[in-house]
């Protein structure tokens, strides 16, 4: 849900790409705060090469927007380092495709020091990565991997699906103690050479202002069935829910925005309402955040649920050529007829 | 070696031609008739040339995200690649790698998209060649930015305690997207990190295919003959952006023009007609490869798409019970159940 005391986008009239607000946030806490500062590939003269640093340069310089050497294990590690100093590093990883790489940095040492110090140390890193296909980048550049991250404990994950959530939720990333992991999506940063769906670019207020973790937004309401998913999808399952609407099919759209914490309790009360859920995830269909959300429906509304499906990537590496890539990118009309096949 | 280089050139340049179709005047990166991202490696043309020179089929080549020269010179089929990045179903990979992901195991190339992640495979390649006793050799391909890698360093040094027959050859264009090398090295000859293994290092200073070709002679025979790694570096330019569509904000215009004067195809053309060759012979192999490009590209657009219901073969080598690699199955046998 929303929080009372920040604006609603609709009543904004300055609009924003999701890359836009996502810069301002960062720009912002730059502002406040000489611990801040922004490391990665290609962040500094090329702005990011989905434009997630556009612009920071000529603010901030080189010393704050730091280009690295292609070398993640460094310089990733080096975050959690800096962030053990009490600084507060934004560190990009171009795709979230390339953890492999660091993964021992990012799950051994980002995500466990806190723990494993007792408490003693914290790690207050945003750690941020592009996700998604939908451009036919082949197998290890258009995963989503959102379960990866959201498995291993101690991270926080993030996913936004508007600018006014972007915004909103980097500021809390930044503000955070512990690590967060902030994936976006590239389908939905406004990037002139990947057109958006109609959605992602929404109305953003100049001021800052935080969108807590662990609250799902219900960005359409609905009695019959409950759509819930995140990122791209959210925005898939709005043109679904537009289109069985005319059939006089009432699905409400859940976008779960954080993965780690999950508003399970947003959901249960939306299933218990419907008695149906249908969960859409661009991640891989099994041990993943669908399984999770099912999971914690039975757990949580057994009784209520009479129907579950899930759409999702099939447990298949991400195909190149366009129609094998289509056959497995869950679309909106993936999710329309994943509804019908429920609802009678 | 010149064939294979104007060969090359002209494939990228046919490529760029393809790849632009359908993403004018927009730039649409999901438009056209090439799926993806494209990396093109125009101004590389002799290190894989001076290189593969030679290599026989058995001798193993990795490749990273710019691999297109590499594969020509290796002998890849030039058809099937084509139709690879074309996306259709006769490519390499039935349309399930691209351009990034080609793999010919006729004449043992395979690449990765991921940076310096070829460099294992490789010292795998010729881990194998030693167990069986062959003298075949494996060759990694990396970019200079690309040293910056733990896999890399780390393959080297392997490669160095086993003694085992690998080249890592490194591209130096002298960027890596938008960094410029001395941003991200202090040592300005990459082949000097070879001294901290106690391996052979060597470097070539000039986009000059003969002088690739004679180092990675001394390189391969080194390790054909049991007697270990060697870093290769060559000095190349790199004519266009990162990929199809950067519009190289970063990069000084000074740089892009040093990078289209100091054309290594020339140098060659150059120093061929000083052995003697003339203009007509140079037409001819130009011609010849032209042809063969322009065939290439005629057969692979000519290929059919994929069938979509490929996309769920070869995960596995065999098809495996109890998978559930399309949901939709599973939900039929759960719904049959129910009745
Ligand atoms: C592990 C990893 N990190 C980052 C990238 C993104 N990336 C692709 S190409 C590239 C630059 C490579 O530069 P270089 O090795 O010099 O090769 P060049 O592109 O110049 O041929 C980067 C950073 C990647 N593919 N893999």
């Keep these: 849900m929303a929080q009372a005391d920040v604006p609603d986008p609709e009543t904004i009239d300055r609009e924003l790409t999701m890359s836009r607000g996502m810069v301002e946030a960062i720009a912002h806490e730059l502002r406040e705060s000489e611990d801040v500062f922004v490391m990665g590939e290609d962040v500094a003269d090329y702005g990011g090469i989905f434009d997630s640093t556009q612009g920071l340069l000529e603010d901030f310089g080189h010393d704050r927007i730091m ?26 990883l171009m795709f979230a495709d390339f953890f492999g790489v660091a993964m021992d940095q990012i799950y051994n040492n ?10 003693s140390v914290s790690v207050p890193m945003v750690f941020m990565t592009a996700v998604g296909g939908t451009y036919n980048d082949a197998a290890q550049h258009s995963q989503t991997l959102y379960g990866t991250f959201a498995h291993l404990p101690g991270m926080k994950v993030v996913v936004p699906s508007t600018a006014y959530d972007a915004k909103g939720l980097m500021h809390a990333a930044i503000r955070d103690d512990d690590p967060v992991v902030y994936m976006f999506h590239k389908r939905l940063m406004g990037l002139a050479w990947m057109p958006a769906p109609d959605g992602p670019k929404t109305g953003v207020p100049e001021e800052d202002y935080e969108i807590e973790f662990g609250e799902a937004d219900v960005k359409r309401e609905g009695d019959d069935v409950t759509i819930v998913t995140l990122g791209l999808h959210v925005h898939r399952a709005l043109e679904a829910a537009a289109d069985l609407a005319e059939d006089g099919i009432d699905a409400e759209v859940i976008d779960l925005r954080t993965l780690v914490p999950l508003d399970t309790e947003t959901v249960l009360e939306s299933v218990r309402k419907t008695g149906k859920l249908v969960v859409v995830d661009e991640d891989y269909h099994s041990y993943g955040v669908s399984g999770e959300l099912v999971a914690r429906a039975t757990e949580g509304a057994l009784d209520e649920l009479e129907a579950v499906r899930r759409v999702t990537m099939p447990d298949v590496p991400i195909p190149y050529a366009r129609p094998l890539e289509n056959e497995v990118l869950p679309d909106a009309g993936d999710v329309e007829a994943a509804v019908r096949s429920i609802h009678e | 070696m010149y064939e294979e280089m104007v060969t090359a050139r002209h494939y990228e340049e046919r490529l760029q031609e ?26 590389h043309e002799a290190s894989g040339a001076g290189v593969c020179a030679h290599l026989r089929d058995d001798d193993t080549v990795t490749a990273p ?12 089929d030039l058809k099937r690649m084509t139709a690879e990045i074309f996306g259709r179903q006769t490519g390499l990979s039935k349309g399930k790698g691209g351009h990034m992901h080609l793999y010919d195991p006729d004449v043992n190339f395979a690449c990765s998209g991921i940076i310096a992640q070829g460099c294992p495979p490789a010292v795998g390649a010729a881990m194998a060649a030693k167990k069986r006793n062959t003298d075949a ?16 360093l780390e393959s080297l040094n392997l490669a160095a305690v086993q003694n085992l027959p690998v080249v890592f050859v490194i591209e130096d264009n002298d960027w890596a997207i938008s960094m410029p090398k001395e941003r991200v090295t202090d040592v300005e000859d990459a082949s000097q990190r070879a001294d901290g293994f106690e391996v052979h290092g060597e470097r070539v200073d000039v986009d000059d295919a003969v002088a690739v070709y004679e180092a990675a002679g001394e390189a391969i025979g080194r390790a054909r003959d049991g007697n270990g790694p060697t870093v290769l570096e060559v000095q190349l330019h790199r004519r266009m952006g990162h990929f199809m569509g950067d519009p190289e904000a970063y990069r000084p215009d000074e740089d892009v023009e040093a990078a289209h004067e ?38 692979a657009k000519d290929q059919p798409q994929p069938d979509p219901e490929e996309a769920y073969e070869d995960v596995f080598t065999d098809e495996l019970e109890g998978w559930p690699e399309r949901p939709d199955k599973e939900l039929a046998a759960a719904d049959g159940g129910e009745e």
């Design chain 1, 67 to 92: 280009d690295v050497p292609i070398s993640e294990t460094g310089f990733i590690g080096a975050g959690v380092g800096a962030a053990m100093q009490g600084m507060r590093p934004i560190v990009e």
């Design chain 1, 110 to 119: 980002m995500a466990k020091n806190a723990y494993m110090s007792g408490g």
């Design chain 2, 18 to 43: 393809e790849y632009l179709e359908g993403k004018q005047p927009a730039f649409d990166i999901s438009a056209g008739p090439i799926p993806g991202e494209l990396h093109l490696a125009a101004g």
């Design chain 2, 262 to 299: 100091r054309d290594s195809i020339e140098r060659m053309e150059r120093h061929l007609e000083d052995h003697g060759l003339g203009d007509e012979d140079l037409e001819e192999i130009r011609e010849r490869a032209h042809e063969r490009v322009e065939e290439a590209i005629e057969w």
């Design chain 2, 137 to 152: 050799v494996a060759v990694a391909f990396l970019g200079e930015g690309a040293v910056s890698q733990g896999a890399f």
């Design chain 2, 65 to 76: 995200h710019r691999p297109h020269h590499v594969a020509i010179s290796k002998g890849v």
